[in-house]
Antibody, heavy 117, light 107 residues
């Protein structure tokens, strides 16, 4: 059974960089032809796809965030990470990591990140 | 970006009812569509992929149909655990986009 777990600071100051890590168990981020995604959801609102890293290391980002987003993987720890720079209050959201095969089939429980001074 | 719309935005229904939710894409996406269920405080769960394929472990009362631009999710015989918000998502083109959601609550 594949499991994903987000971790990282719950509070980030405006203009700083948000950093989250997703730890994967029961599967490998470096094999299996899967896409490893970040999705976010502002409180009380809908879902926004942030980007993914493919098992080959290729990445794809939402153009609305592209200049601020970096997704990377640490295969030795079986983790992938999100960095979002120059954050504002609009980046306050629950951040989910998820695997994509046929649809986003496995999700982490989510991590609330609040941007506030 | 490819825009996804859903209707209705909310629906009140009773246990045992048949509920249909519609999702429309702003341009043709073949069958690159998935449906998710989300309960308060929880991550979304995949119900349907490729417009009509039932994800493993999902009850057969859930079904999906459609192709091109118009899609439906049907719940045949609503159960108490089905009261939730439902999202469609297209995977035809980047960036992947979600519909705004349809909340199903108790009448």
């Amino acid at each position: 059974q594949v499991q994903l777990q987000e971790s990282g600071p719950g509070l980030v100051k405006p203009s700083e960089t948000l950093s989250l890590t997703c730890t994967v168990s029961g599967g490998s981020v470096s094999s299996g032809s899967y896409y490893w995604n970040w999705i976010r959801q502002p409180p009380g609102k809908g879902l926004e796809w942030v980007g993914y890293i493919y098992y080959t290391g290729a990445t794809n980002y939402n153009p609305s965030l592209k200049s601020r987003v970096t997704i990377s993987a640490d295969t030795s720890k079986n983790q992938f990470s999100l960095q979002l720079s120059s954050v504002t209050a609009a980046d306050t959201a629950v951040y989910y990591c998820a695997r994509a095969d046929q649809g986003l089939d496995y999700w982490g429980p989510g991590s609330l990140v609040t941007v506030s001074s | 970006d490819l825009q996804m719309t859903q209707s209705p935005s909310s629906v009140s229904a009773s246990v045992g009812d048949r509920v249909t939710i519609t999702c429309r894409a702003s341009r043709h996406i073949n069958t690159w569509l998935a449906w998710y269920q989300q309960k308060p405080g929880k991550a979304p769960e995949l119900l349907i992929y490729a417009a009509s394929s039932l994800q493993g472990g999902v009850p057969s009362r859930f079904s999906g149909s459609g192709s091109g631009t118009d899609f439906t999710l049907t719940i045949s015989g609503l159960q108490p655990e089905d009261f939730a918000t439902y999202y469609c998502q297209q995977a035809n083109s980047f960036p992947f986009t979600f519909g705004p959601g349809t909340r199903v609550d108790i009448k």
